[in-house]
C-alpha cells in the first residue's frame, strides 16, 4: 500500500496552549506510518466566532486555508472539532454556490493566491485514520493494550454536527448515537464507559461571555463519565480539552462535587496503545495527572 | 418487509396525582410504514386510554406532536419508527420534550417557551392605517432574504434541544431567534433595531449560544436556526449597535489577532476580550498553564508563513466594522 500523506492543518490551539496535541498527533503519525505536512502558511479558521463579525472574512481566509492543501494535492487533516467544522463548512458554501465561490476567488486571486477549485477532502484526523487506515489495521500495531482501562468517550459537537456537512466530509456519524470513538477503544483494548452526555457541548464557546453556562454544560459531562466508572475521558477536540481539563477546577466549582479525572487527547490515547512513552505523547503537560500510567 | 416486534419504554407522569415519574413497557408489531404518532395513538387506543400527548394536524404543520425518542427531538407525525430502529436498535424510549415540565405523559407545559416568542416581538411591527389604500406586497426576491424562517412550525424541538437553554432559562433559544430574525427580514417590518436590542442583550441573547448545532439537527424543517443566529450577529454589527463588551470583543478580537500573526494569540485574545481588569480573575488557570509549558510567551508566538498574503487578504476581504477595527 502506498504511504498515506495528509496536509495537516494544525489550527491555532494545538501551537499555543495544548502543545500535547500536536506532539502527539506527530508521534502517533509516525508510528502508524502516516505522512503529514504542515500547513505552515494557514490562517486561524475563525473559531466560529469572526463569522458572527465578519461572515465574508471568515470564509475568505478559510478558502485560502483549503488552497494552500489543493497545492498539495491531498486530504486536508485537522485536529480540532471546531477547524474542521469551520473549514468543511466553508468547502461546502463554496461548492454549492457558484456566485460564493467566484466572489471568493476574485478576491483570492487579487492577492495572488490561486483560485479555490475544491478538489480535496478535509476530514478530522479521527476519521481520516478510520477511513484510510481502519480499525483492523491500528488494532494490528497495538502492542500495549490499554486493558482494565474504562474510557469515556466525548465526542465533541463540531465533529459530529450538523450532521449533513458530516457526512459529506467527516466521519458522518449519527450525532444522537456517534460510536466511531467507542470503537477506537475496543480496538485498543480498553473498555468503553457508556454515558449520556458523550455526544453534548462542553459550553466552550462562550466560556468567556457566560462560564455559569460552560461550567454546567461541562460538569454533566464530567459527572456523567465518573458516576459511571470511567477512569480517563477522552476527546478529539483541543477546545474541549481546555474546558474538561484546564477549567476542571471551575466545573467543580460550580458542581459543588468532586470531578476529577485526567482527560486524553485523543492520539494521546491511540499513542499510549501503540508503545509511545509518555513523554513523546506530551502528558506531561496535561493539568490533570493520570495516576494510572507508571 | 417483514413486521418487527419493537419494546417502547414510555415516560409516565401525572402531576396532580403523582410524586415521580415512571415508564410503562408496551410490546407491540409494528409495520414498516407506521410513524412514531401511529405508535402514541395504538398505546392510547389498544393499551392505555390515560396516556396523554399532543397532537392535530398528523401532517407536520400544527407542530403540536414534538416528542424525543431515544433523546433524539421527533416530530411524531413525521419520523418513521423504522428509521429510528435503524439507530437505536428494537427498544425505543419515548419521553416528553422536557421531563422536568411535564404536566402529564408527553404533554408538558410549554409557557417559557411561548413566552420568548413575545420577548422578540415574533410579528410586525408597523405603524399601518385602519383602511389602507395599497396592499403592501412582498416581492419573491424579498421574500429570499427570510430564508424560508417562515416554514417555523413553532414544535420547540430545537429549544428542547438547545444545552444553553437547558442550563439558563433566560436564554432566548433557537425558536424565538430565528422568528426574530424572520421579522428583521420581512419587508414590511420596521422593528429591526428593537428587536436587534432585545436580541444582543449578555445572558440570554445571541451571544450565549453555545454553537453546538443542536438546533440544526432537530428541526424537522430544516430551518437551521443557528445559522438564522449567525446572521443576527451581523446584522447588530451592520447596524452599529454592537456594544462594547466581552462577547463583541471576544468576537472581534480574532481579526486583530490574524491581522497581527495569522494565527489567533489565544492569551491576548482572553485579555483584549475581558479587560485589564477582568482578566485578573484568569490568573490561577494562567499560572496552572505556566507550570505545565501551555502558555505561550509572546517571544515564542508561532507565526503564519506569508503573513503578508494574509493581511492584504484581510485589507480587501472585509466588510464588518467595529470601532476602528
Ligand atoms: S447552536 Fe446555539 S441555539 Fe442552537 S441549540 Fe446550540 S446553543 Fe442552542
Ligand atoms: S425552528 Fe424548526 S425546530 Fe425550531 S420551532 Fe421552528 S420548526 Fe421547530
Ligand atoms: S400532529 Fe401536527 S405536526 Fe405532528
Known amino acids: 500500500m502506498a504511504k498515506i500523506k495528509y496536509a495537516l492543518y494544525t489550527g491555532c490551539t494545538a501551537r499555543e496552549s495544548t502543545p500535547e496535541l500536536l506532539k502527539s498527533t506527530l508521534a502517533v503519525a509516525k508510528a502508524l506510518d502516516i505522512e503529514l505536512i504542515l500547513l505552515d502558511e494557514a490562517s486561524c479558521c475563525g473559531a466560529s466566532h469572526l463569522q458572527d463579525f465578519d461572515d465574508m472574512l471568515s470564509l475568505t481566509l478559510n478558502a485560502r486555508n483549503i488552497v494552500y492543501a489543493e497545492k498539495l494535492g491531498f486530504t486536508m487533516v485537522t485536529i480540532c472539532n471546531t477547524c474542521q467544522l469551520n473549514t468543511s463548512m466553508t468547502k461546502d458554501r463554496l461548492d454549492e454556490d457558484s456566485n460564493l465561490k467566484d466572489t471568493v476567488n476574485a478576491k483570492l486571486k487579487e492577492v495572488g493566491i490561486p483560485e479555490y477549485r475544491g478538489t480535496v477532502d478535509v476530514k478530522h484526523f479521527l476519521y481520516a485514520m478510520l477511513d484510510d487506515l481502519g480499525l483492523d489495521a491500528i488494532k494490528q500495531k497495538v502492542v500495549r493494550p490499554l486493558t482494565d482501562i474504562n474510557l469515556a468517550a466525548f465526542y465533541g459537537c463540531h465533529n459530529i454536527r450538523p450532521s449533513h456537512t458530516q457526512a459529506k466530509n467527516n466521519g458522518g456519524e449519527n450525532p444522537y448515537k456517534p460510536t466511531s470513538i467507542d470503537n477506537l477503544i475496543l480496538a485498543l483494548g480498553g473498555t468503553n464507559v457508556e454515558y449520556e452526555d458523550k455526544n453534548s457541548c462542553c459550553g466552550f464557546h462562550v466560556e468567556l461571555q457566560n462560564p455559569t453556562t460552560a461550567n454546567r454544560l461541562s460538569a454533566n459531562i464530567l459527572s456523567g463519565a465518573i458516576d459511571n466508572n470511567a477512569d480517563a475521558v477522552v476527546t478529539p477536540c483541543p477546545l474541549c480539552h481546555l474546558r474538561l481539563d484546564v477549567q476542571q477546577h471551575n466545573i467543580e466549582k460550580e458542581a459543588g462535587r468532586d470531578l476529577s479525572i485526567p482527560i486524553f487527547h485523543l492520539p494521546q490515547m491511540v499513542g499510549l496503545a501503540l508503545g509511545l512513552s509518555p513523554e513523546e505523547l506530551g502528558l506531561q503537560h496535561n493539568i490533570q495527572e493520570f495516576s494510572f500510567i507508571q | ?325
Open chain 2, 1 to 325: 418487509m417483514k413486521n418487527k416486534e419493537l419494546t417502547f419504554k414510555v415516560f409516565r407522569f401525572n402531576s396532580d396525582t403523582d410524586y415521580l415519574p415512571h415508564y410503562d413497557t408496551f410490546v407491540m408489531k409494528v409495520t414498516k410504514d407506521e410513524v412514531v404518532l401511529d405508535i402514541l395513538n395504538r398505546i392510547k387506543w389498544e393499551h392505555d386510554g390515560t396516556f396523554t400527548y399532543r397532537r392535530s394536524c398528523r401532517h407536520g404543520i400544527c407542530g403540536s406532536c414534538a416528542i424525543k425518542v431515544n433523546n433524539k427531538p421527533t416530530l411524531a407525525c413525521k419520523d418513521n419508527v423504522f428509521e429510528l430502529v435503524k439507530v437505536f436498535g428494537e427498544e425505543l424510549i419515548l419521553d416528553p420534550q422536557d421531563k422536568s415540565r411535564a404536566y402529564k405523559d408527553m404533554v408538558i407545559d410549554k409557557k417559557p417557551f411561548w413566552d420568548k416568542y413575545k420577548k422578540v416581538k415574533a410579528y410586525v411591527i408597523k405603524d399601518i392605517q385602519e383602511t389602507p389604500d395599497f396592499e403592501n406586497i412582498v416581492s419573491p426576491a424579498t421574500n429570499e432574504e427570510i430564508d424560508e424562517a417562515d416554514y417555523c412550525i413553532q414544535c420547540g424541538n430545537c429549544y428542547y434541544a438547545c444545552p444553553s437553554v437547558s442550563v439558563n432559562e433566560d436564554y432566548l433559544g433557537p425558536s424565538a431567534l430565528t422568528l426574530a430574525f424572520r421579522f428583521n427580514a420581512d419587508s414590511r417590518d420596521e422593528g429591526k433595531q428593537e428587536r436587534l436590542k432585545i436580541v444582543d442583550e449578555l445572558g440570554g441573547g445571541i451571544w450565549d449560544c453555545v454553537k453546538c448545532n443542536e438546533c440544526a439537527e432537530a428541526c424537522p424543517k430544516e430551518l437551521n436556526p443557528i445559522a438564522k443566529i449567525t446572521k443576527l450577529h451581523n446584522q447588530v454589527f451592520e447596524e452599529g449597535l454592537a456594544k462594547n463588551n466581552i462577547a463583541v470583543r471576544h468576537s472581534v478580537g480574532f481579526k486583530t489577532s490574524i491581522k497581527k500573526i495569522g494565527l489567533l494569540d489565544e492569551g491576548e485574545l482572553v485579555r483584549f476580550s475581558e479587560g485589564n481588569c477582568g482578566v485578573l480573575k484568569h490568573i490561577p488557570e494562567a499560572i496552572a498553564m505556566f507550570k505545565k509549558g501551555k502558555l505561550t510567551l509572546p517571544w515564542n508566538m508561532p507565526e503564519s508563513k506569508n503573513l503578508d498574503e494574509i493581511q492584504s487578504l484581510i485589507h480587501i476581504a472585509s466588510t464588518a466594522k467595529f470601532k476602528n477595527i
